[in-house]
């Protein structure tokens, strides 16, 4: 074997090993192409589809420059659906964190039947949108959800409309949404509680804090981290968020729970407005981008050195 | 580990834990709220669901509502149920989540022990596309699609599922490993051992909890789509999110409520089964989501 | 005729550069030890041997033959890992015969040479194990197995002691050297210890930042360090580097120390080389190693040249089979070692022998040794 190996000549042995260099990269290969095109590619097209006067299909002989962004912003179905990912993104966040964190922390007492609350609180999460959707629509549904039941228990004058009414449809699907991923949350900082150092909690006892006092001033501040881990996951839930409002109100009623990615899907393929349609996608990903680009910057950034 | 939140928990008076418990109990009942609904309701007739009491339990005991969301119910124009549909799923999912898994191996294996000038970028760029919003590729994936004769179909709906999940596929096995000792990949290099003989020979048979978490992920993600069924699907690939959206949204005919909810369980099952088999991984994937680096 | 040779060699990652016009050769059966801190580039070094990582230029040659460019499976070398870097889902048998498995050698006489490997380091009766359920000590015999399996030209070790303990490093040591004896192989072996340098090595090699400082012999290194960063790193405790002048007296050359709360020391060299005296009249680095300074009942009865001199103790470590003194010479803290029973204690003015045959002189704008 040594024989063999020592008196061949570098010649015959090389390319093989530009081969094996190269292999790697030909493996790669074909993933980051796709990626290339199917990502970036399609959002330089949709970038000019958006400029472009599209209305049924992609058309590039028509430029428009800025109007379809100018029109977007003058659509009232787009300043609803602002509104609405507004009101929905904020109430979901905010919401979703409290609820994740206090439960995280209560199940943090040594509690007995953590390992039964626990896959109770988060199975939501493997559901689809549209399950949930469906659960949630007919139980808020008044003829025959909420409202129904109270009333066939005796309270005759309750009433839970919310989801018939336009002022507050969009707060069901906040319910909806919350019921979704808040246990998610909790587990992102329940993780966060574990990884907090004893010692550190012991040194605060021993300095005589309160078991109030080590939460507010010593174990909250730590999940920094989680909060905004947190925060850009359901930041970018919430932008997408699409298949829920679908399912329980399809918008409705009237234009009333439209968000921006309805609105997209319902200029680009109901009412042949590509260019619209186009341009409100374009205005969800930098949404999107200046959430997460920040974010892995720093995640990874961090990391490196 | 939470020894010390215990010794914080010790100090807490009798009341102060009653109340902890009876808060922990009160969400428990709001998560499972809707999962009840859905079960009982969808085992009642449905007079007793509009006469009735939703939260009560069926008076009358059906499996109708089961049988016919499954095989009878009219969705769209067709009363098939919702079974063809359930196998469409299974045709998108099986070969979009396979494919999408060993993509993301091969990339993260890549990506972490044959290491090339660029290749942050790469990871970079692949990273981003986890997070872009699937509106701003539905247009060109369309006409893309059409282009090339796979509109409307399974396969197209696979591959478009297969390479939107490569992104967190490659993520999570190239964090993963990320930690694999670098010694292991050069001691076999040293060995003799090829390209594809270390992967197989040293990497994949230590990569079984990564491979369970990814697949998991992507399983749920997949089965659980609405926006790329709904686009892209053609009549005879409508995936089951879609036929179950058509199901209880369809403007004709009498309000099925009970067969609506037996459906939705249906279309719940898979990924529900999943997680109670293997909710450790589920976990460790959407934590491998959310948390990156 | 040298078996492995790198001449000129440099490797740069992007614009650094690693490593800067390395030349070493050594003999078939010799054991070349690369020493220095960490970040020296000597693991960098061992690996482009190995061929894991590229040159930039230069060469490598092993027993004539050019190895630059091959793949480190072509090179006929063997390595063992800092991490031991066990497969850990194969067997011990399994993680020995790989290499051999993937060169498609026949069952049996794996099989053939996994008995024999197994039989040299006594760790026949794990060969069912996984590598998960061994102690350190049994994963680094592992680890030497896999290597010895593939009787390779040259043998890598890659700082293979560093994760165990105290003890038992001591005692793989002297396997290792028991081994090279009687395998008689040539072997590369990177540390950062340099007490296992001194006792593996029949060459070392001292980098520092990327640069070879000294290659020669443990004794070569030892007594006449190239410069002053060979002579700090190599010896424990360290040598004592003293800040002194030469000064032209009676009978030769005399070093002149200062000392604290007393006239200067002045130490007559009887055999002063000639480049020294070129630096008569100037500032000069002088080096001395701590068993070279000692009470003068303990000094070294055949040194040609040893002087006396008064020194105030500050500090005293007995440690056993030797004490050490701490006193102040030229400005900085000086170790002398006495003998264990020396009566000295801290605060005492003391007579320490200062054996000059053993001491070395350094230039301190160049810190280079004055030959």
Not at chain 2, 45 to 74: F, H, K, V, Y
Not at chain 2, 191 to 203: C, K, N, P, V
Not at chain 3, 104 to 122: T, Y
Not at chain 3, 205 to 214: P, T
Request: glycine share 8%.
């Amino acid at each position: 074997m040594a024989e063999l190996t020592t008196t061949a000549p570098r010649a015959v042995t090389n390319p093989r090993a530009t081969l094996q260099d190269l292999l790697p990269k030909i493996v790669l290969a074909p993933s980051f192409a796709l990626i290339l095109i199917f990502v970036y590619g399609f959002i330089i097209f949709t970038a000019f589809l958006s400029f472009s006067g599209s209305k049924l299909l992609p058309d590039f002989s028509t430029w428009v420059g800025l109007n379809n962004y100018v029109r977007l912003f003058n659509h009232p179905n787009w300043i609803t659906a602002l509104k609405n990912l507004a009101i929905f993104s904020v109430l979901y966040i905010v919401i979703c964190s409290f609820i994740g964190l206090a439960l995280a922390i209560f199940l943090d007492q040594k509690i007995r039947g953590e390992g039964f609350l626990r896959p109770i609180y988060l199975y939501p999460m493997a559901l689809s949108f549209i399950v949930t959707g469906v659960a949630w629509k007919w139980f808020l549904d008044p003829g025959i959800g909420l409202e129904h039941v109270m009333q066939s228990w005796g309270w005759e004058s309750f009433s839970f409309r919310w989801i018939k009414e336009g002022q507050m449809a969009i707060y069901t699907i906040v319910i909806a949404a919350v019921w979704q991923s808040s246990g998610f949350v909790m587990a992102m900082f329940l993780a966060g509680l574990r990884g907090v150092d004893n010692e550190i909690i012991k040194a605060a006892q021993i300095d005589g804090a309160s078991t109030l006092t080590i939460y507010r001033r010593i174990i909250i501040p730590l999940m920094r981290p989680v909060f905004l881990s947190a925060f850009v996951v359901l930041a970018h839930l919430a932008i997408k968020s699409y298949d829920l409002v679908v399912a329980m109100t399809d918008g409705g009623p009237g234009t009333a729970t439209w968000t921006p990615a309805l609105f997209m899907q319902k200029f680009t393929f109901g009412r042949n407005e590509m260019g619209m349609g186009a341009a409100s996608a374009i205005i969800m990903m930098m949404m999107i981008f200046a959430i997460i680009v920040p974010y892995l910057y720093s995640e990874l950034g961090g990391k490196k050195k | 580990m939470s020894a010390a939140s215990q010794d914080v928990a010790t100090r807490n008076g009798i009341f102060a834990r009653a109340l902890i418990y009876a808060v922990l109990i009160l969400f428990a009942v709001y998560y499972l709220l809707p999962l009840y609904v859905m079960v009982v309701n969808s085992l009642k007739p449905l007079d007793e669901i509009r006469q009735g009491n939703m939260l009560a339990l069926p008076q009358q005991w059906t499996i109708a509502p089961w049988l016919s969301a499954w095989s009878t119910a009219q969705i769209g124009v067709q009363p098939t149920g919702l079974k063809p549909y359930f196998l469409n799923s299974v045709m998108m999912v099986v070969p979009a989540v396979a494919l999408s898994t060993i993509l993301g191996a091969l990339n993260g294996y890549v990506l972490t022990k044959w290491r090339f000038k660029g290749d942050n970028i790469v990871f970079g760029l692949m990273l981003l596309a986890c997070f872009i919003p699937f509106q701003i590729v539905l247009i060109p994936s369309a006409r893309i699609l059409g282009m090339t004769g796979l509109a409307g179909t399974i396969t197209g709906l696979v591959l478009i599922h297969a390479i939107y999940g490569l992104g967190f596929t490659t993520l999570f096995f190239r964090n993963y490993y990320e930690a694999f000792p670098t010694e292991l990949v050069r001691a076999a290099q040293i060995d003799g051992a090829s390209f594809f003989q270390i992967f197989r020979r040293i990497l994949l048979p230590s990569s079984g909890p990564i491979i369970v978490v990814t697949v998991i992920w992507q399983f749920t993600n997949i089965w659980n789509d609405f926006l790329f069924g709904s686009s892209f699907s053609g009549f005879n690939s409508i995936p089951l999110t879609v036929a179950l959206n058509n199901l209880v949204n369809s403007s004709t005919g009498v309000k099925e409520y009970n067969v609506h909810f037996a459906g939705a369980i249906l279309a719940a099952l898979p990924t529900l089964i999943v997680y109670i088999v293997s909710g450790r991984y589920f976990v460790r994937g959407l934590m491998a989501g959310a948390v990156k680096g | 005729m040298s078996f492995l040779k790198i001449s000129n060699l440099y490797k740069n990652y992007g614009q650094v550069e690693i490593l800067k016009d390395i030349n070493i050769e050594i003999d078939k059966g010799g054991f070349l030890v690369l020493v220095g801190p960490s970040g020296c580039g000597k693991s960098t070094l061992l690996n482009t041997i190995a061929g894991l990582e590229p040159i930039t230029s230069g060469d490598i040659a092993i027993n004539g033959n050019s190895v630059a460019g091959l793949h480190p499976s072509k090179r006929d070398i063997a390595m063992v890992f800092q991490s031991y870097a066990l497969y850990p889902n194969m067997t011990v048998a399994g993680n020995i015969a790989f290499g051999m498995e993937i060169r498609g050698v026949p069952k049996d006489e794996r099989e053939k040479a996994i008995k024999q490997v197994a039989d040299i380091l006594q760790i026949g009766h794990l060969l069912d194990r996984k590598p998960s359920q061994l102690s350190g000590g049994q994963r680094q015999r592992v680890a030497m197995g896999r290597a010895l399996v593939r009787n390779p030209q040259v043998f890598l070790f890659d700082e293979p002691l560093s994760n165990l303990d105290a003890k038992l490093r001591v005692d793989m040591r002297t396997e290792i050297k028991r081994l090279h004896q009687r395998m008689k192989t040539t072997i590369v072996y990177v540390t950062h210890d340099q007490i296992e340098a001194m006792t593996l090595a029949t060459k070392i090699a001292v980098l520092k930042d990327g640069l070879l400082q000294q290659f020669g012999t443990p004794a070569e290194i030892y007594n006449s360090p190239a410069n002053m960063f060979v002579a700090d790193f190599m010896g424990s405790p360290a040598m004592n580097l003293l800040s002194a002048r030469l000064e032209g007296g009676e009978g030769g050359l005399n070093v002149v120390l200062d000392r604290p709360s007393d006239k200067p020391l002045a130490l007559p060299i009887k055999m002063a080389n000639g480049a020294l005296g070129a630096y008569s009249g100037k500032e000069i680095i002088f080096g001395v190693r701590p068993e070279a300074l000692t009470d003068p009942d303990g000094a070294d009865r055949n040194a040609k040249s040893l002087a006396e001199g008064e020194c105030l103790i500050e500090v005293v470590e007995p440690a056993g089979s030797d004490t050490f003194a701490v006193t102040k010479l030229g400005g900085k803290e000086v170790v002398a070692r006495l003998r264990a029973d020396a009566a000295i204690h801290a605060g005492q003015k003391t007579r320490l022998a200062f054996n000059l045959d053993k001491a070395v002189f350094f230039d301190p704008k160049s810190q280079l040794r004055i030959a």
